[in-house]
């Protein structure tokens, strides 16, 4: 029972708290940004939810697929627990492996873009 619990914890549990952060209003960002009449480049930052499409029509499709990983690891760990397998541990494990990869493929995007930004800004001054 125990071993039972703590797989329903870790594969059922944690993917749903997930998908309440990226279904809430929140749970992505699509950066744009436009040139005012001073030609000052500045950023606009909208939130929205990773189901959104406008994010697939943008190009970022990783919270979106993220999402869909996120539901497919609570529906593939519900029918195992529920058929008492545990046979379907290494998929659960390949699908979280790859929702994670996906999740942090924005920041890494912001991150290099930030640090472009950064470098721009020290040489500027």
Do not use: Q
């Amino acid at each position: 029972m125990a071993k039972k619990f703590r797989t329903a914890l870790k594969y059922i549990l944690f993917p749903v708290i997930a998908l309440i952060l990226e279904v809430s209003p929140y749970g992505a960002v699509i950066v744009s940004g436009n040139l005012n009449e001073s030609s000052l480049f500045y950023r606009i930052h909208t939130y929205c939810s990773s189901f959104n499409i406008t994010l697939l029509g943008l190009g970022s499709y990783a919270p979106f697929v993220t999402t869909i990983l996120t539901i497919s690891i609570i529906i593939t760990a519900i029918t195992s627990i529920i058929r008492e397998k545990l046979n379907a541990r290494k998929a659960l494990e390949i699908m979280t492996g790859l929702a994670i990869i996906l999740s942090l493929i924005p920041a890494a995007f912001f991150a290099y873009s930030m640090v472009n930004a950064l470098a721009h800004y020290h040489t500027d001054s």
